[in-house]
């Protein structure tokens, strides 16, 4: 990264993690800065790849959610798993991880079977050795 970031671009990160719907007037107020000067900073950020995406977070009445720990074969690279693992329904977020293993996935779905139909595509992706799971009860903000 060329680029220098700089604290007004982590403030302006940290405004939009938690509403990324948040308008720029008012991030520009915050700062202290222009409306146009927070447009650049975080058409800068897009660019330079920092901003991955604009989401949302969301929770449906009675929805499950659940973490599934995989152990990876090393004799396939663990992104070529990951990738297979995120096209797969039901996944949310796949992050590569230190430790017992090697994989974290976030799954949700609209009740316990179908999470299982989503753990059971996971194990029988080629190099994933074995999961552990766990029904997530709450979440905080």
Not at 63 to 85: R, Y
């Amino acid at each position: 990264m060329s680029e220098k970031i700089d604290g007004k671009d982590i403030k302006i990160l940290e405004v939009l993690k938690k509403n990324a719907r948040t308008p720029y007037t008012m991030i520009a107020k915050d700062l202290k800065v222009s409306e146009a000067a927070i447009r650049k900073r975080i058409e800068k950020l897009t660019k330079l790849g920092v901003i991955k995406r604009f989401t949302i977070d969301y929770e449906l009445e009675n929805e499950v959610k659940a973490i599934v720990m995989v152990k990876s074969t090393p004799q396939i690279p663990t992104p070529e798993i990951s990738k297979k693992i995120a096209k797969t329904p039901g996944v949310e977020t796949v992050y590569e991880t230190t430790g017992d293993y090697d994989i974290i996935v976030i799954v949700r779905g609209i009740n316990i079977s179908s999470i299982n139909r989503t753990i059971d595509e996971i194990r029988s992706i080629q190099g994933v050795m074995g999961t552990n799971s766990t029904i997530i009860l709450r979440t905080w903000f």
